[in-house]
Nanobody, 124 residues
């Protein structure tokens, strides 16, 4: 069982990036899939989550209106489209799977699997 986040990079403020979360060994559609991030010296922050089955989505206030989470069951992938990136979006981004579905608070305390992160750096 493995999760892997990818798609990070170095971009300028106002740019876009699309992160991908790929799974092996299990089906993502059976889980709520969340995106989390952690910047140096800061606590981990829940960014977004998409529910299993009904695909209901949740966003933190800091990214609402700029980030969009989606899933492609045929590809067993979940994606995070990040637009209008800001300096404060700089962090390592992780995806994680929760068999109980999304926690609307995006706390991330009940995740079953965590993937290795991908670095997103927003810099001018």
């Amino acid at each position: 069982v493995q999760l892997q986040a990818s798609g990070g990079g170095l971009v300028q403020p106002g740019s876009s990036l699309r992160l991908s979360c790929a799974a092996s060994g299990f089906t993502l559609d059976d889980y709520g899939i969340g995106w989390f991030r952690q910047a140096p010296g800061r606590e981990r922050e829940g960014v977004s989550c998409i529910n299993e089955r009904d695909d209901k989505t949740y966003y933190s206030d800091s990214v609402k209106g700029r980030f969009t989470i989606s899933r492609d069951n045929a590809k067993n992938g979940v994606y995070l489209q990040m637009n209008n990136l800001k300096l404060e979006d700089t962090a390592v981004y992780y995806c994680a799977a929760d068999s109980w579905g999304c926690n609307p608070t995006l706390a991330g305390t009940s995740m079953d699997y965590w993937g290795k992160g991908t670095q997103v750096t927003v810099s001018s």
